[in-house]
């Protein structure tokens, strides 16, 4: 999003990546996210991350063998839902929903127990601001390099980085069944 349609579309995905992220934390401290634990749950959550990345893929295939340029100049074509491309890739993500279940929800609940619910709450913001500030350095990055490296590169990258998500989506169909 950043290389193609400039900072404030790849900051509006990191934005919906990071209000998932805040999903992920109200979910824990509700106790909620033991529903996400049950196997046909994850199982259709790493079925629908796989439909997603195969998607995400194969589109970023299909722009590098159009030929579709990274310019110096922001693409004239608005990207459709850059909130909602970022909220669905981190909500859907089995991977991170596994992360919360099973690697920081023990630990905000057990902040919760030991510390109370506030101060778990305040522990627990800082992993979707972590995050919040990572994906936004990547947004800059990648909106101020397409100045800097020549366009041939940057599709490269786009290239490599495309069929990351379909070897991603085939991991993900292989855990779903």
């Given at each position: 999003?950043?290389?193609?349609?400039?900072?404030?579309?790849?900051?509006l995905?990191?934005?919906?990546?990071?209000?998932?992220?805040?999903?992920?934390?109200?979910?824990?401290?509700?106790?909620?996210?033991?529903?996400?634990?049950?196997?046909?749950?994850?199982?259709?959550?790493?079925?629908?991350?796989?439909?997603?990345?195969?998607?995400?893929?194969?589109?970023?295939?299909?722009?590098?063998?159009?030929?579709?340029?990274?310019?110096?100049?922001?693409?004239?074509?608005?990207?459709?839902?850059?909130?909602?491309?970022?909220?669905?890739?981190?909500?859907l993500?089995?991977?991170?929903?596994?992360?919360?279940?099973?690697?920081l929800?023990?630990?905000?609940?057990?902040?919760?127990?030991n510390?109370?619910?506030?101060?778990?709450?305040?522990?627990?913001?800082?992993?979707?601001?972590?995050?919040?500030?990572?994906?936004?350095?990547?947004?800059?990055?990648?909106?101020?390099?397409?100045?800097?490296?020549?366009?041939?590169?940057?599709?490269k990258?786009?290239?490599?980085?495309?069929?990351?998500?379909?070897?991603?989506?085939?991991?993900?169909l292989?855990?779903?069944?």
């Open positions: 999003q950043g290389t193609r349609h400039g900072f404030k579309n790849a900051f995905v990191s934005c919906g990546a990071f209000t998932a992220e805040i999903i992920f934390l109200l979910l824990t401290l509700t106790g909620l996210i033991v529903f996400f634990s049950d196997p046909q749950t994850l199982r259709f959550v790493w079925a629908l991350g796989s439909m997603m990345l195969f998607y995400l893929g194969l589109r970023g295939i299909i722009n590098y063998l159009i030929g579709r340029s990274v310019s110096n100049q922001v693409d004239v074509s608005k990207p459709k839902w850059p909130f909602v491309t970022g909220f669905s890739i981190n909500f993500h089995p991977l991170n929903i596994v992360w919360w279940s099973g690697t929800g023990p630990i905000v609940l057990e902040s919760v127990h510390y109370g619910l506030a101060t778990a709450a305040l522990n627990g913001l800082g992993i979707p601001f972590g995050c919040l500030t990572w994906w936004t350095l990547l947004s800059l990055i990648a909106s101020f390099s397409k100045k800097s490296f020549p366009d041939l590169l940057i599709k990258v786009n290239l490599f980085s495309s069929c990351g998500l379909l070897i991603f989506g085939v991991y993900f292989i855990k779903a069944f």
